[in-house]
């Protein structure tokens, strides 16, 4: 069983920086990738950014520029790396695997607060 636990949301003042983390319980190598998603109250769930097992990224517009995703495949970790954040990008992350024959997995989710 795939587990992924998010961890370094909070509050953090417009303008300002925080890294997410997302541990997974075995070898990210196992995903052919691994992608950041928020949910925003009233909103769909929407992609921010992914990376693939070679480590090619894709983000989304909103965010290009200001946030950055990574991986250490030796602690099996993907990281989301956000500066300049915005009141907009206030939201639950969630972060997503996927599996070569399209399983997907999700974390629980961490809440990110931006206040203005």
């Known amino acids: 069983q795939v587990q992924l636990v998010e961890s370094g949301g909070g509050l953090v003042q417009a303008g300002g920086s925080l890294r997410l983390s997302c541990a997974a319980s075995g070898s990210i190598f196992l995903f052919s990738a691994m992608s950041w998603y928020r949910q925003a109250p009233g909103r769909q769930r929407e992609l921010v950014a992914d990376?693939?097992?070679?480590?090619?990224?894709n983000y989304a517009n909103f965010v290009k520029g200001r946030f950055t995703i990574s991986r250490d495949n030796v602690k099996n970790t993907v990281y989301l790396q956000m500066n300049s954040l915005k009141p907009d990008d206030t939201a639950v992350y969630y972060c997503?695997?996927?599996?070569?024959?399209?399983?997907?997995?999700w974390g629980q989710g961490t809440q990110v607060t931006v206040s203005s």
């Open positions: 990376i693939t097992r070679g480590g090619s990224t």
């Open positions: 997503n695997a996927g599996m070569d024959w399209g399983a997907h997995y």
